[in-house]
C-alpha cells in the first residue's frame, strides 16, 4: 500500500507561485512513477506533470510547460511540483498519484495511488 498526503495549495495572484507537495509513505520508491494531475469545475482531470522516481526523467503537458518543476526528493520520499507564472486557467484541485509501474503516463487510469487533493486558486 501506498499513502500519499499533498500539500501547498492556497490562493495566489496571476503571476505569481506556489510550491505543491506529496509526501509518500508505506512502501518503497525505487520503480515507481510519480504524477500530478489537475481537475478544475466542469472539467475532466487533466495531466500536468509526471517523473520517474529512480532516474528523475520528467514530463509535461504543453500547457505549464516552462512555468512548471515537477522533482522529488529521494530520502524523504516527497515529489513536489513547483508551479511559477501562475495564470487563472491553472485554478484546480490539484492531485499527485503513483504508479506501481517506473513508467509514466498521461492516461490517470495508468496510477494506482491518489493524494487527497489540494486546492490551487490563482485570481486577476
Known amino acids: 500500500q501506498v499513502q500519499l498526503v499533498e500539500s501547498g495549495g492556497g490562493l495566489v495572484q496571476a503571476g505569481g507561485s506556489l510550491r505543491l507537495s506529496c509526501a509518500a509513505s508505506?512502501?518503497?520508491?525505487?520503480?515507481?512513477?510519480m504524477g500530478w494531475f489537475r481537475q478544475a469545475p466542469g472539467k475532466e482531470r487533466e495531466f500536468v506533470a509526471a517523473?520517474?522516481?529512480?532516474?528523475?526523467?520528467?514530463y509535461y503537458a504543453d500547457s505549464v510547460k516552462g512555468r512548471f518543476t515537477i522533482s522529488r526528493d529521494n530520502a524523504k520520499n516527497t515529489v513536489y511540483l513547483q508551479m511559477n507564472s501562475l495564470k487563472p486557467e491553472d485554478t484546480a484541485v490539484y492531485y499527485c498519484?503513483?504508479?506501481?509501474?517506473?513508467?509514466?503516463?498521461?492516461?490517470?487510469?495508468?496510477?494506482?495511488?491518489w493524494g487527497q487533493g489540494t486546492q490551487v486558486t490563482v485570481s486577476s
Open positions: 498519484a503513483a504508479a506501481k509501474s517506473p513508467h509514466y503516463s498521461e492516461d490517470a487510469d495508468w496510477y494506482d495511488y
Open positions: 508505506g512502501r518503497t520508491f525505487s520503480s515507481v512513477a
Open positions: 517523473i520517474t522516481w529512480s532516474g528523475g526523467i520528467t
